[in-house]
């Protein structure tokens, strides 16, 4: 791999260097040699084709940012590389908070990349979340429409089954379908309610802070058409088994689950 050199009277320059004229300007081609260390880091693989492909997001891991250890840096270890013209480094196209598992979508070409993201900004990508949150729901089905940092933001929900708990009163499954993208909108939305997600260090109550179990936040499906075969899919994330051991009827549901 290779970069452009830019050398101004033999010196090399950068955006600081100004041009007076009658300078001598050198482009040259800077070999770069690449990394020694790649990051191994195994990932299910949900779908996979030519354009874009879907992994299971564990807990514990960044999608994408500064840091060695990021989804976005162990994509191309795990999904087959596109054979189209337009191929390049697979890339995430959404986010996924560091504690949260489920389904997480990649581009695998330039076209792939580009057609996904107008897919979200057009809202043409259904996204489907389950929770376990804390306290009485009242309401089993409703929406959240307060707003997330002065924007608008939407989310729907449905509580598909609760159980009594001593420290927490009740513990609630609820089926999550957010219209907007805001930032920690789901876990938000949530603890305004009242009804904290189980296991939030950011919102939850300190005197209902679970420890050691994780957020139990879970991407479970997103549903659109297919940019470009205009397939519908409809791809699913199987359940951590932390759910399960809360509610065992997940088994009789619809609902796969994973370690």
């Not at 949900?46 to 500064?66: F, R, T």
């Not at 695998?108 to 009485?136: D, H, P, W």
């Not at 994330?237 to 994973?258: M, Q, R």
Request: proline residues 5%; charged residues 25%.
């Amino acid at each position: 791999m290779n970069k452009g050199l830019i050398r101004v009277n033999g010196k090399k320059a950068s955006t600081a260097t100004f041009i007076h004229g009658g300078e001598e300007i050198e482009l040259t081609k800077e070999e770069i040699s690449e990394p020694e260390h790649q990051l191994e880091y195994p990932l299910k693989v949900l779908y996979d084709d030519e354009h874009l492909a879907a992994i299971y997001k564990p807990a514990g891991i960044q999608v994408s940012g500064n840091k060695f250890k990021t989804v976005a840096n162990a994509l191309e270890q795990n999904l087959s590389k596109s054979i189209l013209p337009d191929t390049c480094h697979p890339q995430p196209v959404h986010r996924l908070d560091y504690p949260t598992t489920g389904v997480l979508l990649a581009g695998k070409t330039s076209s792939g990349i580009r057609a996904l993201n107008l897919m979200f900004e057009e809202k043409e990508i259904k996204k489907s979340y389950l929770a376990v949150a804390m306290g009485e729901i009242e309401k089993l089905k409703g929406d959240f429409n307060k707003a997330i940092d002065d924007k608008e933001a939407f989310t729907s929900y449905e509580v598909l089954e609760s159980v009594i708990s001593e420290r927490f009163g009740f513990l609630n499954l609820v089926l999550l379908h957010p219209k907007t993208g805001r930032r920690h909108q789901l876990r938000k939305h949530l603890s305004s309610s009242g009804n904290a997600i189980l296991g939030d260090a950011d919102y939850s109550p300190e005197e209902l802070l679970l420890k050691g179990k994780g957020l139990y936040l879970h991407a479970y499906s997103v549903e659109f058409t297919h940019p470009v075969t205009k397939e519908n899919l409809t791809i699913q994330a199987p359940v951590p088994k932390k759910f399960l051991k809360l509610f065992p009827t997940i088994l009789t549901t619809p609902f796969t689950t994973i370690e």
